[in-house]
């Protein structure tokens, strides 16, 4: 194995342990609002996006669609990162995606193609540090979910310097020219998407982490009954055997 990949390699034996510690919440309650909210604000504070603010949240009008999932991932039971997926139809198309790229988006909805929508994609930054496999335990849940929905397209509106990570790990392809992004006055954002039939095995075979069983995907995102705690996502057994798992994931360059 090359050198290049040696600091990704390291990480999986963590990964693989990580796993068995992560909970995924859906964020309901009003104070697990306001700890997602100060999250975001210190997340992105960190990263140059915004400006400092006295009240230290960042929220938008899209927490609260009737096509979103706010989700945190606990690790030890403190919320360490989180994401927002929207589920976009040609019935309702709510999320700040369509609002930037809906000439892209809108006549592919009009056709009935169905999209997973992740964003507000953050983690702790103390938590980013400790843990630094979380972007991969995070971005599981949108993966999960383009199974659970039978998505056409997993999509994806990233800074533009975070356009490899989403081609290594998802297969995207970029569409169109980067354009602003509501609340980021000094980053612009990109579309990117990918082809959730044609590339999903592929996926599966690099990150075996994203597998998922029916049953946490009905617990995550079924909505007719009272909500629930997720399921522990479980590891199948070769999954848990750390070689095997830093090979898959090691092996994408």
Do not use: E, H
């Given at each position: 194995m090359k050198s290049g990949a040696e600091?990704?390699?390291?990480l999986l034996p963590r990964g693989a342990a990580l796993f068995d510690r992560i909970d995924y919440r859906l964020i309901e309650t009003p104070e697990d609002k306001d700890r997602l909210h100060l999250m975001r604000y210190r997340a992105y504070l960190q990263a140059g996006l915004i400006p400092q603010s006295e009240s230290q949240r960042v929220t938008d009008r899209f927490d609260d669609a009737p096509n979103v999932w706010n989700f945190g991932v606990y690790v030890d039971d403190e919320l360490c990162s989180a994401v927002r997926i929207h589920v976009l139809t040609s019935e309702c198309r709510l999320s700040y995606t369509t609002e930037v790229f809906g000439d892209i988006l809108h006549p592919r909805l009009d056709r009935g193609e169905v999209f997973v929508?992740?964003?507000r994609f953050v983690a702790d930054p103390e938590m980013q540090q400790r843990f630094p496999e979380l972007p991969y335990l995070?971005?599981?849940l949108p993966f999960?979910?383009?199974e659970h929905f039978n998505a056409d397209v997993g999509l994806s509106m990233v800074r533009t310097d975070h356009q490899l990570f989403y081609r290594r790990v998802f297969l995207c392809e970029t569409l169109g020219e980067p354009r602003s992004f509501p609340g980021w006055p000094t980053k612009k954002a990109v579309l990117m998407a990918s082809d959730y039939p044609k590339v999903r095995d592929r996926i599966l075979t690099r990150?075996?982490?994203m597998r998922s069983s029916a049953f946490e995907r009905r617990m995550l995102f079924e909505r007719s009954s009272p909500r629930q705690a997720a399921p522990r996502p479980v590891l199948l057994a070769a999954q848990r055997n750390s070689d095997a798992v830093a090979s898959a994931i090691g092996s994408v360059r």
């Open positions: 600091p990704q390699t390291a929508d992740p964003c995070t971005v599981r999960v979910a383009c990150f075996p982490i």
